[in-house]
């Protein structure tokens, strides 16, 4: 087994591990960061759009009122109270000054409005990455900064296990490489960045009912190795599962973030959608909250369908819609205004027709028809098009409050269409109890000693789910990536 020897072990290269290694870079403390991919970054790097902040420098400066009391009230109420509440003053009180740090990161954002239409008017607390695809070049440029400066980064190498006594403490972590090889990392104190468990089928079936349903837009490396560690080692991993549902997306072939196929287009708008009973049950309003909407489709086993007829696909075919696709705004570059429009899409039916082709459409010639090959009740589905359709007659929604301006398609006349959509999840936000250190603790409140666990690992921000304060979760991923750094880095000093 080869053998390796540093101060600090970071395991993971996303959002949480590469603001640790920013922090122990900075204070010239030895690490060694493990990648279990072959390029460093993670859901932050692929995916976050930017991170939640108060107080940051560009607040303060477009006079922002909205501050740390709002914040901390805010969210310790949303979540009922099921919050670490040392933890979230300690993340709150640091995430304006995370901004600056992130920039000199060469991850610079801009505070602007949220990129969801449901949040418009909500207090600027969302900074938006400056440029999507250089911030993935700047991630990628790290490890070389990294390993300039004594520090390696060992991509496809992957932590397994630990060396460690709760008494004792931590002598070496342990870890497995794609050429085979078995390492051992003799370290005093490790950091687990691995941005929790959504790649770990049995704990995702374990957790969640409509797992199989459930469309995986995360980090599937990301398979809870730092969970399952500090559990084995007695840490509090007690608590409600929290899913990020975030959006949904009729499947990874037809998913948001390709922008590939109108019938995404369409499952963006609020149509018509009926649950597995046959039901409308949410006004469909709330696709323009991209938590709301999920929450709303993991409530029903996950999937519900978008049912539409031939009109309306010709409508859109031929028409300009004064309607907003939801994840309009999430591709523009800071600054850029939305149309809040769609259309003309001249390869709507080419479009559909390659969906039924791949299964994610289903056609009918009768309402029956389309029921029963989506297994629905009929007679509940007939009624649902039925009170449907007088609604948009009507231009009045009496049961879901739906507005009239989005009252437009009715569902009269075949053929029919229905777009199976699911419940799209950007990852998993439940994990271990930590102290406002970011080291993990026992059911008795102890902390572990030398350990730390950050980012998607950690439990104590949300009580069920993810809230529709957008950017929370990559801001705590750096913050509580250096709280732990920070932590670590200060012990590892202090004991020299
Ligand atoms: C498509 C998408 C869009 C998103 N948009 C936003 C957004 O706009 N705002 C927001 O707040 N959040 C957003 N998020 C969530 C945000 O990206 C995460 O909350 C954040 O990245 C979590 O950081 P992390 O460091 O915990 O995990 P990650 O950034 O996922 O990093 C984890 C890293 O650990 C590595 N790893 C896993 N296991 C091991 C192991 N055993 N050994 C070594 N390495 C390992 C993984 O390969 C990965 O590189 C988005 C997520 C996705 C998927």
């Known amino acids: 087994m080869k053998t390796l020897k540093t101060q600090v072990v970071i ?3 996303g959002s ?38 108060v107080h940051s420098k560009q607040q303060l400066d477009k006079g922002v009122t909205y501050d740390y009391a709002d914040a901390f009230k805010g969210l310790t109420s949303y979540n009922h109270y099921f919050v670490n509440g040392e933890l979230l003053a300690r993340f709150l009180k640091d995430s304006g000054e995370n901004i600056d740090r992130m920039a000199a990161m060469g991850l610079a954002t801009t505070v602007e409005q949220s990129e969801q239409k449901a949040h ?8 938006k990455f400056n440029n999507f695809k250089s911030k993935m070049a700047t ?8 390993e300039d400066a004594g520090n390696p980064v060992l991509t496809e190498t992957w932590a397994v296990g630990l060396d460690y006594d709760p008494q004792a403490g931590l002598k070496g972590v342990l870890a497995k490489q794609a050429s085979g090889e078995d390492l051992r990392i003799e370290t005093k104190k490790v950091i687990f960045a691995d941005g929790g468990y959504c790649g770990s089928p049995e704990m995702m079936a374990a957790k969640y009912a409509d797992n199989d349903a459930l469309l995986n837009l ?7 190795t730092g969970i399952k560690l500090c559990a084995k080692y007695g840490a509090n991993v007690a608590h409600n599962p929290v899913l990020f549902a975030h959006g949904c997306a009729p499947s990874l072939r037809i998913n948001p973030m390709r922008r590939q196929s109108s019938v995404e287009t369409l499952t963006n708008l609020p149509l018509l959608w009926v649950d597995q009973t046959g039901n409308r049950f949410v006004n469909e309003d709330i696709v323009y909250d991209f938590a709301m909407w999920a929450n709303a489709a993991h409530n029903v086993q996950g999937q519900y369908s978008v049912i539409l007829d031939q009109a309306t696909l010709d409508h859109f075919r031929d028409h300009l ?85 989005e009252l437009k398609f009715g569902v009269n006349q075949g053929p029919f269409y229905a777009i199976k959509e699911h419940c ?73």
């Open 424 to 496: 799209a999840i950007l990852g998993t936000l439940d994990g271990v109890a930590v102290d406002r250190n970011c080291q993990p603790v026992t059911k008795a409140g102890q902390p572990l000693k030398d350990l730390y666990i950050v980012g998607n690992n950690v439990n104590g921000l949300y009580s069920d789910g993810y809230p529709s304060y957008e950017g929370i979760a990559n801001g705590f991923a750096f913050v509580s990536g250096w709280i732990a750094a920070a932590e670590a880095g200060k012990a590892v000093q202090e004991a020299e």
């Open 321 to 405: 819609v004064p309607m907003e696709d939801t994840f309009e705004r999430q591709f523009l570059e800071p600054g850029q205004t939305p149309t809040g429009t769609v259309g003309p899409i001249p390869a709507i039916q080419a479009d559909f027709e390659d969906a039924i082709a791949h299964g994610e459409v289903v056609k009918a010639d009768t309402a029956e028809g389309l029921a029963d090959k989506l297994g629905l009740p009929i007679a509940a589905f007939e009624r649902t098009l039925k009170v449907y359709n007088q609604a948009v007659a009507d231009g009045q929604d009496d049961t879901f409050l739906k507005p009239a301006a």
């Open 120 to 127: 418009l008017n909500d207090p600027l607390v969302y900074h």
């Open 218 to 224: 995360g980090e599937r490396k990301a398979d809870g």
């Open 11 to 13: 395991v993971g290269s």
């Open 139 to 146: 991630w990628d440029a790290w490890p070389q900064k990294f």
């Open 16 to 53: 949480a591990g590469l603001s640790a290694g920013f922090e122990l870079y900075q204070k010239k403390i030895p690490f060694i960061m493990l990648e279990r991919g072959d390029k460093v970054g993670g859901a932050g790097k692929f995916g976050a759009h930017g991170v939640f902040a």
